[in-house]
């Protein structure tokens, strides 16, 4: 899924995740970077205790691995992709698959609609 602008990404990491999550945590292993880009790899860690994307919680913990890319332009921020084991995290988790990902799907439907 897709946020623009500082205040829709803080709200997405608050609302989608660190609600649903709330003991979240990334466990770094690497870390590389280039002139305008740092790309950090792990192990993502967390329990599913709230609503994730209007789905109930499964109550399970997951730990799957994780890469962050963020791109930078002029010095600043301008840009993050973050890679997860999607399948994994629900399984674990307790949270089912299918309903995670159209769930998603109606939200970017709806963003797209609107935008």
Same mark, same amino acid.
Request: hydrophobic share 45%; proline share 5%; with cysteine.
């Given at each position: 899924?897709?946020?623009?602008?500082?205040?829709?990404?803080?709200?997405?990491?608050?609302?989608?995740?660190?609600?649903?999550?709330?003991?979240?945590?990334?466990?770094?292993? &690497?870390? +590389?970077?280039?002139?305008?880009?740092?790309? =950090?790899?792990?192990?993502?860690? $967390?329990?599913?205790? %709230? *609503?994730?994307?209007?789905?109930?919680?499964? &109550?399970? +913990?997951?730990?799957?691995?994780?890469?962050? =890319?963020?791109?930078?332009?002029? $010095?600043?921020?301008? %840009? *993050?992709?973050?890679?997860?084991?999607?399948? &994994?995290?629900?399984?674990?988790?307790?949270?089912?698959?299918?309903?995670?990902?159209?769930?998603?799907?109606?939200?970017?439907?709806?963003?797209?609609?609107?935008?």
């Amino acid at each position: 899924m897709r946020s623009q602008g500082r205040d829709a990404v803080r709200a997405a990491y608050r609302q989608q995740y660190f609600t649903a999550f709330p003991d979240l945590s990334p466990e770094d292993e &690497g870390i +590389a970077h280039g002139d305008d880009v740092l790309a =950090v790899w792990g192990t993502l860690r $967390g329990t599913s205790r %709230g *609503e994730w994307l209007g789905v109930p919680p499964g &109550g399970g +913990a997951f730990a799957v691995p994780f890469a962050n =890319v963020v791109h930078f332009r002029d $010095g600043l921020m301008a %840009g *993050e992709a973050i890679y997860f084991d999607l399948a &994994g995290l629900c399984e674990q988790a307790g949270i089912p698959l299918e309903r995670i990902r159209s769930a998603a799907a109606a939200r970017r439907a709806g963003a797209a609609a609107s935008g």
